[in-house]
């Protein structure tokens, strides 16, 4: 098919799948004497008449499939900012990232300078039987280098990834080795863990991340809270900043664990969706733990069921920034070639009666971008509410609709520590490049590490300031005494988390660590 033909296609744009879909539900029309066609009362019949005309008089052949593919993306965006459609590949890859597991190797790597660097093995996976360590460096998978030809990293993921039981080459560059080490791995199942981390802030305190809701949120959390319990867990800071939602039944198991008995969790309601009320039923097995969570603007879906539930019913004290306002209900439809879509059918409403989702228009995509012009990150003051829209927990505090949830205690983006120093170090990624440096110098010390006071006394005996700005200063980043002083004890704890990562323990090195500096935690302390 010529670029002309292409060009004379597309402007059918979405159009074309609509009709097709008419045809799909078996839309008829008829003509009379005149060659005039009659258009039934549907609305949907022109469409079809349409594509009917096109099929049967247009001048060249068309490949319905590349037209269909390449209108029903843009069908579906037409509808609003969350129904969508999915080919196969990428609903494959979007299930699997909820299912709680994938096929493949069983490593983490992150990619500094154009070469995946391997950060973590995952214990009892395929790569760990076959010999792979932190550190190494892959260069080629299967016949296809990856070192320095700039594949993208999504791109390193889909090679490594593949069938449980098929095999893979991956080549790897060694410290201390001349030549390419070559691995054959057999792939297999992948756990993915939803809960980051779970350990106690204190004597009493418990902190648990949850990245997502996927298909093994709930035991998983069951499995965490009942850990920090024995510890002596009587508060939970439940972290669900940037954490873009998932499986609603998750969240809603999750919601009845802290709820009482006949206490609505949410409501959905469509226009073909008659409301669907859910309620607690009392049973669940943290209701007498104190809970404080946490969200920010990328806290989307089910993460702003559960924060507008606890909030609701008083049942929690809400901290951070205002989250996403995402509260629309998609309904997946899958199809035989292995695609599908998710059409939104219903809104989701928090127990009070306030939609989370916020309006949709062209500048939807801006939004976050928006909040931070305007100063929502660092004001409270500047968050947008409308009086027309306000409404009461169950204890008569006032909450406000109009989308997303707004935190009880509002924490602004910390930017105390923040110099052009730093700006330039956060621009470039050199705290992440230069841990990475210093793990490979200690690669065989950090492998032995497995407890956070060795991995302390570990760090406490490194010079890492002079190391790092004598880093930064050869990649033309040097900072003033003025500058140090302001920014220097921030990034020095970054550094000691990224380091952290490299050790056995890898996110249960990092959060620890890292949560040290984080005004959110901060502010959850002095409130307990």
Known sequence: MNAKIRERLATFGWVLVIVLLAVLLGRIWQRDKKNEVKIPESDWAKLMLVLQSVERDYVDEIDQKAVTEQILPELMAKLDPHSLYL???????????????FDGIGIQFNVPNDTAVVTHVIAGGPSEKAGLLSGDRIVQVDDRVIAGTQTPQDSMVRLMKGKRGSQVRIYVQRTGVKDPIQFNITRDVIPVNSVDVAFMLNDTTGYIKLSKFARSTYLEFLKAALSLREKGMRRLVFDLRDNTGGYLDQALMLCNEFLEKGALIVYMEGRNRPRNDVFADGKGSCRDIELAVLI?????????????????NDRATLYGLRSFGKGLVQEPL?????SG???TVARYHTPSGRCIQKPYGDDYGYDIYERYLHGEMMSVDSIRVNDSLKFET????????????????FVPLDTT?????????????LQVKFANQMADRYRPRLREIRDLPTL??????IDLKKAFIDYTTSQGVV?????????????????RALIGRNTPMNDEAFYPIYLTIDNVIEAVMKNG
């Open 394 to 409: 169950v204890g008569g505090r006032t909450v406000y609709g109009g989308g997303g949830i707004i935190p009880d205690i």
């Open 87 to 101: 080919p196969p590949v990428e609903l494959e890859e979007a299930e699997q990232d909820l299912q709680g597991g």
């Open 479 to 495: 900072p003033s005494a003025s500058e140090w002083e302001i920014s220097g004890p921030t990034i020095l704890v970054q550094v």
């Open 417 to 429: 520590h923040y110099t052009d120093f730093m700006g330039k170090c956060n621009r470039q990624s």
């Open 334 to 338: 899958f199809f035989s070639d292995g």
């Open 456 to 461: 302390n006394r570990f760090l406490d005996g």
């Open 341 to 343: 879509i998710r059409l």
């Open 296 to 312: 920010n603007e990328g806290s989307a879906s089910s993460s702003e069921i559960f924060a507008g539930a606890m909030q609701d």
